[in-house]
């Protein structure tokens, strides 16, 4: 009976190593399953900085302005939309900087194609782009659209934090009633306090730039 429950014990210990989910040798409680972390990552910012195709054209820089692609995997469960927003904490005004948001994004999509940010036909379906920091400049290339860094000359690399909420509700502004055309500190609010546990996970990506 002995070298039946060694030979078991032993089957156990190896299913686990596997990350198999098996009845324990004494207890009987089951072995813990960690779920794969909700991700969020870019092959356009994958040495962890901006090239000059993503700064922004205009305030003194002179990039191409396209948003970067983004992908992201394991969405959270019971997840209905997906929300991003992009914020340098380091701009010298106070308050930091927003330079992209995007609401509504549906469960199903994996990602965001390079220039999503500057075409809303771009966009999967449903989508929108809400407003940022360059709202009514006409610098971004229009409102709701994406705003490449640009910070002063002179400054230490400032952290560009791309932010992606997985939320239980279809809709952000509906769920909130605020206005699709809030702020992005509003919706930001909304984001990480007001829809409580409606908000299933976040996952994020930081990159840098400095002027050169």
């Given at each position: 009976?002995?070298?039946?429950?060694?030979s078991?014990?032993g089957s156990?210990a190896l299913a686990a190593?596997?990350?198999?989910?098996v009845?324990?040798?004494?207890g009987?409680?089951a072995?813990?399953?960690?779920?794969?972390?909700f991700?969020?990552?870019?092959?356009?910012?994958?040495?962890?900085t901006?090239?000059n195709?993503?700064v922004?054209?205009g305030?003194?820089?002179?990039?191409?302005?396209?948003?970067?692609?983004l992908r992201?995997?394991?969405v959270?469960?019971?997840?209905?939309?997906?929300?991003?927003?992009v914020y340098?904490?380091d701009?010298?005004?106070?308050s930091?900087?927003?330079?992209?948001?995007?609401?509504?994004?549906?469960?199903?999509?994996s990602?965001l194609?390079?220039?999503a940010?500057?075409?809303?036909?771009?966009l999967?379906?449903?989508a929108f782009?809400g407003?940022n920091?360059?709202q009514d400049?006409?610098v971004?290339?229009?409102?709701?659209?994406?705003?490449?860094p640009?910070?002063?000359q002179?400054?230490?690399?400032?952290?560009?934090v791309?932010t992606?909420?997985?939320?239980?509700v279809?809709r952000?502004?509906?769920?909130?009633s605020?206005?699709a055309?809030?702020?992005?500190?509003?919706?930001?609010?909304?984001l990480?306090?007001?829809?409580g546990p409606?908000?299933?996970?976040?996952?994020t990506?930081t990159?840098?730039?400095?002027?050169?």
């Open positions: 009976m002995n070298a039946i429950k060694s078991y014990c156990v190593a596997l990350g198999l989910s009845a324990a040798c004494g009987g409680s072995v813990a399953q960690t779920p794969p972390a991700a969020l990552s870019s092959a356009d910012l994958a040495g962890g901006f090239s195709q993503f922004l054209n305030l003194g820089c002179s990039g191409s302005n396209v948003s970067p692609e992201w995997s394991n959270p469960a019971g997840t209905k939309s997906l929300a991003l927003q340098d904490p701009a010298p005004t106070g930091g900087l927003w330079h992209w948001t995007v609401y509504d994004i549906p469960a199903t999509a990602g194609a390079q220039g940010g500057n075409d809303a036909s771009k999967p379906a449903g782009g407003s920091d360059f400049t006409g971004n290339g229009g409102n709701g659209k994406y705003g490449g640009c910070p002063p002179g400054d230490q690399s400032h952290h560009y791309f992606l909420y997985a939320l239980a279809d952000v502004n509906v769920a909130a605020i206005p055309t809030g702020t992005p500190a509003l919706f930001g609010f909304v990480r306090k007001g829809l409606a908000l299933l996970g976040t996952a990506l990159a840098t730039y400095a002027k050169p």
